[in-house]
């Protein structure tokens, strides 16, 4: 493991570890070189993430989605891998090439390229090389993999710009430097009126495809994960493979995956994501049949340790705001959340795990606003993600987007929230016929559905609650919830028609 001459000070006198100078380094975002050492220990450092959907009363669409986590760890994140083999991926931005040969293409070629770099070293899960180390490759044709050797990356971004008229096309490529295989591509073509709006749009979508949990170098970190021998797995490589077991979780692949993270933590207990996946999965736990009482406590404490392991780690703070809303502090949820976002703006699963919260926050326009924003840098999100966007829609009073999120979802993906908003959006527009038809399928899938009963279950707050009350009673459902259903909800909603029935 690496570390910088900071860090090194400030460990110096208080660990017992054999410590060796390795010379000076270039660290990404720091145009000076700094002083570097190496721990001579096992493991090493890296780590994703993953994403619930709201409250613990209002279960997850596919009981989690992933949002990206980071390893924390002193200054040593920020410096090169030292084996290629199992230290975390690292990629370097070559300048994009400027087929125009014209000044104004080739401003826009380097705001590109710089600014890719800057959004893709918000990501915490990788090292991103400093732009003065990649600018000795402008214009020149390169052999990628002496670029990996050359910069000791895994991953290579390469792009050019050319301008045709009235349009610009960019485009940009990944390339494994090892192998140099092409792992992803993408073109796009904008008209060129407002070239500020198409790097800021080109920039957002190519960070967030190449960044995010479920983007293509986590996907590629993932697969040579599991290529390699159980016993010989890093901390990050055994992080990698119990996050594997939330993205399709039953509750056995949930008790995997606790196992596999605390022992890639008992291998590197500073590595954050794995401590911010480890909180998810106690959350996980408790949607198949894990105590809440046992299991929420220690969610919580695991993502207060991955804050604290990696102060700078968006999704770790997102994970805490998760965990302090599901526990009632909305407050410190919505400061947690919103470090997230000033963190690391441009993190689709971080705009997702915000959006799905601030109605309860009482904030829905911005809860859909995020929704919209999130689709925007990830059109092809997955089916998991799609029960923040239709209930902060519904919210929002965005009846017809919420309809339209559902009606994507494959039949057989529908949850009891997917069916039970579909026919309270059919209702709150009016449409009685529609909305009628939407709850007789609504209690075919799910014949336990009641207004009361779902409603103590869909959100966090009393508006919240009267809202969906009153849609699925106009969507014709049954109103009254069972004592039983009710017996184990705090501050239960009541409808008043049913508390008049209840009473002896």
């Known amino acids: 493991m690496l ?48 994403r619930t959907r709201r409250l613990r009363r209002f279960p997850p669409v596919a009981a989690a989605a992933a949002i990206v986590l980071a390893l924390g760890g002193a200054a040593a994140w920020w410096l090169l891998p030292a084996d290629p083999a199992t230290a975390p991926a690292s990629i370097a931005v070559l300048p994009f090439d400027n087929l125009g040969r014209d000044d104004a293409t080739g401003r826009l070629a380097d705001g590109i390229t710089e600014d890719i770099i800057t959004d893709l070293a918000q ?12 600018e000795v490759y402008a214009g020149k044709a390169v052999d990628v993999r002496q670029v990996g050797k050359d910069l000791n990356v895994r991953y290579v971004l390469e792009g050019s710009v050319q301008r045709a008229g009235d349009h610009i096309r960019v485009t940009a490529q ?30 957002q979508q ?13 996907e590629a970190e993932h697969q040579a994960a599991q290529r390699r021998r159980p016993e010989n797995l890093s901390a990050y490589e055994t992080y990698l493979l119990a996050r594997d077991k939330l993205v399709t979780p039953t509750k056995e692949r949930i008790d995997e995956a606790i196992t596999l993270f ?3 933590l008992e291998q590197d207990p500073t590595l954050s994501r794995a401590w911010t996946g480890l909180a998810f999965a106690y959350e996980q736990s408790t949607y198949y049949e894990a105590d809440f009482a046992t299991a929420h406590p220690l969610a919580l404490e695991a993502a207060r340790r991955a804050v604290e392991a990696d102060p700078m780690d968006a999704n770790a703070h997102a994970a805490l705001g998760e965990q302090l809303g599901i526990g009632g502090d909305y407050g410190g949820a919505e400061a947690e959340l919103e470090t997230a976002l000033r963190l690391n703006p441009g993190d689709a699963n971080n705009l997702v795990l915000y959006a799905s919260w601030l109605s309860t926050f009482g904030d829905p326009e911005r809860g859909a606003a995020l929704a919209d924003q999130a689709i925007r840098l990830n059109p092809d999100y997955p089916v998991v993600m799609t029960g923040s966007f239709f209930f902060s829609y519904f919210m929002a009073g965005r009846y017809e987007d919420a309809l ?5 979802q494959p039949v057989e993906s529908r949850t009891k929230n997917s069916w039970a908003i579909r026919a309270a959006s059919y209702a709150a527009l009016g449409e009685r016929e529609k909305a009628e038809a939407a709850t007789r399928e609504a209690l075919q899938h799910h014949p336990e559905l009641t207004a009361e009963g779902y409603a103590n279950g869909a959100g966090g707050n009393e508006t919240e609650r009267q809202k969906v009350a009153d849609a699925l009673r106009d969507a014709g459902f049954p109103l009254c919830a069972t004592p039983e259903q009710l017996e184990a909800v705090e501050n239960a909603f009541r409808i008043p028609e049913c508390v008049t029935t209840s009473a002896p």
């Open 123 to 134: 990501y915490r899960d990788f090292a991103v090389i400093a732009r003065n180390s990649t």
């Open 206 to 218: 190519a960070a967030n495809r190449l960044g995010a949990a479920s983007g293509v170098i986590m």
């Open 3 to 50: 570390i910088s001459g900071t860090a090194y000070d400030q460990m110096k006198g208080k660990l017992n570890l054999p410590i060796d100078f390795t010379g000076e380094q270039q660290v990404k975002n720091i145009s000076e070189p700094v002083r570097t050492y190496n721990v001579r220990m096992e493991g090493v450092k890296r780590g994703w993430s993953l």
């Open 262 to 264: 605390q022992r890639s």
């Open 174 to 203: 990944l390339i494994d430097a090892q192998t140099g295989t092409h792992l992803w591509s993408e073109r796009w073509d904008r008209p060129a009126a407002d070239v500020f709006a198409l790097q800021t749009e080109i920039v």
């Open 404 to 408: 339209r999120i559902i009606d994507k």
